[in-house]
């Protein structure tokens, strides 16, 4: 071990060791630090000047009481966050999360990934992440506004378009980032639609943004597929999940000339190797009636079928996009994608492989993109969202997916430029990792000691 991979081990016990219980936020710190000491190496002045340590600690930590009452007139209580981890580059952004599995170090994790995802996009923002352990299935309507309204009585004075800027994430979608935003302009008596993305088209939302996540990671998909002469026509996909990243992940695997054969949700998955994924079927069951994929396994009818058990992962496929949730694709999942010939893993959900899987296909020769990278289309379209805001200005549908696909094939080219740099030709975990840190520390040691 070099004196600098000692350096970098320090550091990351001092995290722990700060951020006790927290580990999600380990795995992500971790996952970056492994990349870092051939960066310090090559530029020792950024140890020298403490910036790992600064990238670590977030530049403020909100935590907050979220009082509501339900429908039968009980009062419930939530807790919120929101962490503001890094401005070097902008505004703080990131979405906000709403789901039970919510507490600090699930934020962390989530903010501390957004840093260097922000950066590789090339846009002016910095990163910040938030939300809530409530959750907001099985809620209804009025439920949900009354906590969002909550929710927003306190985050209001903590946001701004040129302070931070939430978007969505998990369990916040359109319906709920309307009802933030009108609490946000009912306090402040502003409208400013900068201070929010993922708003709806007839009131300052971005075309494309919807379907940014999903398309983004199959924009990255085709890149690298095509920096080795080939593409996306007849291969076969696996995506993982059923919401909004994998619904349009394949939409654009479809429309690029590949079948998706299975995805999935909590009960299980479902496989259809006919013609592959019935979208519009899929797209009415899940958002329409909010369904299960066991419903669209039952109304495709045979040769479609839902399995409740096991792994999506061991249908055999070409490409693996998983875009359900952190950590669900593991060591023994990977071993399956290695023995069925998979040849390239995206990451569409944040962190959703786990450290033994990234090791175990990257040694078995599988091109592995990490979502810092490959699911970055989504936070790229929330910014060119704020552009538009900015100007006062709506772009059609076909030039802001255009400037979306720019944004993927720029970020694809910097991460394998990156790892050429550094000694690890097609590392695109290195190369998103070296690239995001190095721009974010050139702008920290700029500002000076803050």
């Not at 054969?261 to 329409?288: F, H, M, P, T």
């Not at 909010?290 to 992962?313: L, Q």
């Not at 709506?394 to 720029?410: D, K, N, P, V, Y």
Request: net charge negative.
């Amino acid at each position: 071990m070099s004196f600098f991979d000692e350096k970098v081990q320090d550091l990351y016990d001092e995290v722990v060791a700060r951020n006790p219980g927290e580990v999600e936020f380990h795995q992500a710190v971790r996952e970056v630090f492994d990349s870092l000491g051939a960066v310090l190496v090559k530029h020792p002045h950024y140890a020298d000047a403490g910036i790992i340590e600064r990238l670590c600690e977030p530049e403020r930590q909100i935590i907050f009481r979220v009082p509501w009452v339900d429908d039968t007139g009980a009062v419930r209580i939530n807790r919120g966050f929101r962490v503001e981890f890094n401005s070097a580059l902008g505004p703080y952004k990131g979405g906000l999360r709403f789901h039970p599995s919510v507490y600090l170090g699930v934020i962390k994790f989530l903010g501390f990934e957004q840093i260097f995802k922000n950066a590789l996009t090339g846009l002016p923002i910095g990163g910040g992440k938030g939300g809530s352990d409530f959750d907001p299935k099985g809620r209804s309507d009025g439920e949900i506004m009354r906590f969002c309204q909550s929710f927003m009585t306190e985050l209001y004075r903590h946001i701004g378009e040129h302070t931070d800027v939430p978007a969505g994430d998990i369990g916040v979608g359109g319906r709920e980032i309307g009802y933030l935003f009108g609490q946000y302009k009912r306090i402040t008596n502003r409208y400013e639609s900068g201070v929010l993305t993922g708003k709806g088209l007839s009131w300052g939302g971005s075309q494309v943004r919807t379907e940014a996540t999903g398309y983004g990671v199959v924009f990255f998909v085709r890149e690298m597929l095509n920096a080795r002469g080939q593409d996306l026509d007849g291969k076969r996909v696996v995506v993982s999940g059923s919401g909004n990243v994998a619904l349009y992940a394949i939409e654009k695997v479809h429309q690029l000339g590949g079948r998706v054969v299975a995805c999935s949700d909590s009960g299980g998955y479902v496989v259809d190797d006919d013609d592959g994924i019935n979208l519009e079927l899929l797209k009415e069951i899940k958002g329409v009636h909010r369904g299960r994929v066991s419903d669209y396994a039952e109304k495709r009818g045979a040769p479609a079928y839902f399995v409740s058990s096991g792994s999506i992962w061991d249908v055999p496929t070409d490409i693996a996009i998983p875009c359900a949730t952190q950590n669900e694709l593991d060591s023994d999942d990977a071993a399956s994608l290695i023995a069925n010939g998979c040849t390239i893993v995206a990451e569409g959900a944040n962190m959703p492989s786990t450290p033994e899987a990234i090791k175990a296909l990257s040694s078995s020769g599988v091109l592995f993109a990490p979502g810092k990278a490959a699911n970055a289309g989504g936070v790229a379209t929330s910014a060119l969202e704020m552009q538009q805001n900015a100007s006062r200005d709506s772009w059609s549908f076909e030039h802001t997916e255009l400037r979306l696909a720019q944004i993927m094939r720029g970020i694809h080219e910097n991460c394998l430029s990156t790892a050429d740099e550094y000694g690890a030709p097609g590392d695109y975990v290195l190369g998103a990792n070296i690239a995001g840190f190095t721009h974010v520390a050139d702008a920290m040691l700029a500002l000076g000691v803050i």
